[in-house]
């Protein structure tokens, strides 16, 4: 259960996304297109450095897999509902790309 600890971010990003996608907090909302942006940008460099990948290794206990799964479908979903399709399609890059680096790393 020690992994609990590593996903408090990503389950704080959901939070924030429900609070923004339902209560049209605009400020919130550029911490949600800001949080994306960066994520994109950190999945596009896992996918394309060979460094970024060594770098960002740890020796921590992971996550089961289907955690992460079931954080970015509720993130897609929650993204979908609220109509912000682009920001959507952002989460469904970030969680293929998530994939594809984890399947490397095997």
Do not use: C
Not at 78 to 89: D, E, F, Q, V
């Amino acid at each position: 259960m020690q992994w609990l600890k590593q996903i408090i971010v990503d389950l704080l990003a959901i939070v924030v996304i429900a609070l923004a996608v339902f209560y049209d907090a605009s400020y919130l909302s550029y911490v949600v297109y800001i949080y994306t942006a960066l994520l994109v940008i950190a999945r596009l460099f896992a996918l394309f450095s060979e460094n970024f990948n060594a770098i960002t290794k740890k020796n921590v206990s992971e996550a089961p897999l289907w955690v992460y799964h079931l954080i970015y479908g509720i993130t897609v979903l929650l993204l979908g509902i609220g109509g912000w399709y682009i920001t959507a399609g952002g989460w469904i890059f970030i969680w293929i790309a998530a994939s594809i680096v984890h399947k490397r790393s095997i």
